[in-house]
Nanobody
Framework: QVQLVESGGGLVQPGGSLRLSCAASGTIFSFITMGWYRQAPGKERELVARITNGDKSNYADSVKGRFTISRDNAQNTVYLQMNSLSPEDTAVYYC??????????????WGQGTQVTVSP
């Protein structure tokens, strides 16, 4: 079993910054991707940023140039640095990881979510 534990959410003023962390633990053979999704009230969950095992990353158009995803392979941790935050970024942010737990078996895992609120 794999657990994803997020941290770093909170309340921040417009223009401010936050850094989210997601640590993976459990039976991990290797990673395929790690990433962040978000879901605002009344909206569908959307991809924010994702990074592959080969360190290729992609971002939602709405966060390009403001958010940066990175990973620490030794710590099985992925980060999301969020700058120039706006109220439109308010959402619950979820960590996601696609992980091989055996040589040829992989699964999709989700964290419990962390609230990010951008408000004056």
């Amino acid at each position: 079993q794999v657990q994803l534990v997020e941290s770093g959410g909170g309340l921040v003023q417009p223009g401010g910054s936050l850094r989210l962390s997601c640590a993976a633990s459990g039976t991990i053979f290797s990673f395929i991707t790690m990433g962040w999704y978000r879901q605002a009230p009344g909206k569908e969950r959307e991809l924010v940023a994702r990074i592959t095992n080969g360190d290729k990353s992609n971002y939602a158009d709405s966060v390009k140039g403001r958010f940066t995803i990175s990973r620490d392979n030794a710590q099985n941790t992925v980060y999301l640095q969020m700058n120039s935050l706006s109220p439109e970024d308010t959402a619950v942010y979820y960590c996601n990881a696609q992980i091989y737990y055996k040589t040829y078996n992989w699964a999709d895992y989700w964290g419990q979510g962390t609230q990010v609120t951008v408000s004056p």
